[in-house]
């Protein structure tokens, strides 16, 4: 299928965003956090709804198969870096101090060894579920009424999922035992509301179309405008995370699924097939960063967060395209060959 160079270049946004979120430390930037923490909720409406389109035109892909291939995607490299990462933490530990090293449990293996890997195991069961759903309403020929009642149905169990005032004992660490399964359960209800709209967004097209519906610009501007009141909303009242991440993520696509052109979305687009490799090493980067301005003694500020972003994001960037380039390499950073 043809690759939209709007989606690969918002997928380079969303990256940055990722790295800007893990590289603030000073309080004069945690008010703007809210933009990195769109990134997570967008990878996911797009990764299912690009599923979705591709299950929709190969519905005899046997469901074991798929599930083989996702599996060698995600969890695979997701071993590879909870290694890398192990080893990383450790040697932080020996250089700086003030870092333990991760204890290795039966949890590791869907927590990782570094606070961002969570997102791959469940990605992987989340799209898993998503493709035995839609192969499932493929095979039985659901008509269109059939799969717009299994969206809304997908959707109101997310709004349960936000509803329950479910509470862990968590604090913002990641040593903490309950970090990972934190992160999940607050992922659900975008979970729930990306399988809905991956379903509404293929119900009515035909098999045989591979493309993907286009929002008007003046939609696409009502969800900007959207998207950065949630902004606010989230900086003046953390407390309703839950729905700003559905939402957030949802006006997100809907701004991608407008049609950009332009050399700045070309440009941007050469990059957005490394977005996972960004995400999976930019920690690296942004850590070590952190360390040697310890090691100066500078406190966090405004500058501090900025430089961490741009040296993280530049770092990971590179070290993506540098593994990219070698083909047995590539599956480490999510680059097909």
């Known amino acids: 299928m043809p690759r939209s160079s709007a989606i690969d270049a918002a997928r380079f946004i969303a990256?940055?965003?990722?790295?800007?979120?893990?590289?603030v430390q000073?309080?004069?930037a945690e008010p703007f956090v809210g933009i990195g923490q769109m990134g997570v909720p967008f990878y996911l409406y797009i990764a299912l709804l690009l599923q979705a389109r591709s299950l929709r035109t190969n519905p005899k892909r046997m469901p074991m198969t798929y599930a083989a291939s996702r599996m060698a995607r995600l969890y695979i490299p997701f071993l590879f870096w909870c290694g890398i990462y192990f080893v990383a933490r450790s040697l932080k530990r020996l250089a700086f101090g003030g870092v333990g090293d991760v204890e290795l449990s039966p949890a590791t293996l869907?927590?990782?060894t570094q606070y961002h890997l969570w997102y791959l195991p469940f990605l992987l069961i989340v799209s898993t579920i998503s493709a035995g759903l839609h192969t499932r309403l493929a095979r039985a020929r659901a008509s269109a009424s059939a799969r717009n009642r299994t969206a809304l149905i997908t959707a109101i169990?997310?709004?349960i999922f936000c509803a329950v005032n479910i509470s862990p004992t968590w604090v913002a660490d990641f040593r903490d035992p309950n970090y990972?399964?934190?992160q999940m359960w607050r992922s659900l209800p975008v979970a729930c509301w990306a399988l809905s709209f991956?379903?509404?967004?293929t119900s009515n097209r035909s098999p045989r179309d591979s493309s993907l519906a286009r929002a008007p610009f003046w939609l696409a501007a009502i969800a900007m405008a959207g998207i950065a009141g949630l902004i606010y909303l989230q900086a003046h009242d953390p407390t309703i995370t839950f729905a700003i991440r559905g939402l957030s993520g949802l006006l997100c696509v809907v701004v991608v699924l407008a049609p950009w052109r332009g050399r700045a979305i070309d440009a941007l687009a050469r990059f957005g097939r490394y977005s996972f490799g960004i995400y999976l090493s930019h920690v690296l980067v942004v850590e070590l960063t952190h360390s040697a301005f310890k090691a100066f003694h500078r406190a966090p500020s405004v500058t501090t967060d900025v430089l961490a972003c741009v040296i993280g994001l530049a770092g990971a960037l590179a070290i993506s395209m540098s593994v990219a380039r070698n083909r047995?390499?590539?599956w480490i950073v999510?680059?097909?060959?």
């Open 180 to 182: 990972a399964l934190f």
């Open 198 to 201: 991956s379903i509404l967004m």
């Open 328 to 330: 047995k390499l590539s």
């Open 157 to 159: 169990v997310g709004v």
């Open 15 to 23: 990256s940055a965003g990722v790295v800007f979120l893990h590289a």
């Open 26 to 28: 000073s309080h004069a």
């Open 334 to 337: 999510g680059v097909q060959s």
């Open 110 to 112: 869907w927590s990782g």
